[in-house]
């Protein structure tokens, strides 16, 4: 963690050790730079995980979650992003091609939004689905309702 706070400054939010595990809270705008030393310079070429958190009540509602492996090294790592509703961060498909789909399921749940990301498209919802289903104040009853009595021409059993 020293290294990172070496070359990031104050890229490096936040850095704390929890059960073996390094975890860091990086500023988006070094995201992807970060990433890639992290590929690159620290040897984590396993990106096991891309996830979000959604915080409503927090100013920047998100955290975009990386779970990263090290095969060389034996060693897991976190990093995680605050992201605002509004704002976009920048993909990291380029660096570990698993983020590809992992950045679509993000944008399909959460509705945040990877700048550069070759295909940003729905790939668990259909097409026409309204909202983002993994927000805490997404009212998935009225949205199940209306798609199934729209698509499907029954009323739904919830």
């Given at each position: 963690m020293k290294r990172y706070k070496n070359r990031f400054g104050d890229g490096i939010r936040e850095a704390w050790i929890d059960r073996?595990?390094?975890?860091?809270?990086?500023?988006?705008?070094?995201?992807?730079?970060?990433?890639?030393?992290?590929?690159?310079?620290?040897?984590?070429?396993?990106?096991?995980?891309?996830?979000?958190?959604?915080?409503?009540?927090?100013?920047?509602?998100?955290?975009v979650v990386l779970n990263l492996y090290s095969f060389a090294k034996n060693e897991r790592l976190r990093i995680k992003v605050h992201v605002g509703e509004k704002e976009q961060i920048s993909t990291v498909s380029g660096i570990w091609s698993t983020a590809n789909w992992l950045e679509r399921e993000v944008w399909d749940m959460f509705g945040i939004v990877f700048s550069g990301h070759p295909n940003l498209t729905r790939i668990l919802l259909p097409d026409e689905w309204q909202g983002f289903p993994l927000r805490k104040d997404y009212d998935i009853l009225t949205q199940d309702t209306a798609w199934i009595r729209e698509n499907l021409g029954i009323e739904s059993g919830q």
């Open positions: 073996k595990q390094s975890i860091l809270v990086v500023d988006a705008a070094q995201y992807e730079e970060i990433a890639r030393y992290t590929r690159d310079d620290e040897q984590f070429n396993l990106l096991a995980d891309l996830t979000a958190v959604d915080w409503p009540r927090r100013e920047k509602r998100f955290d």
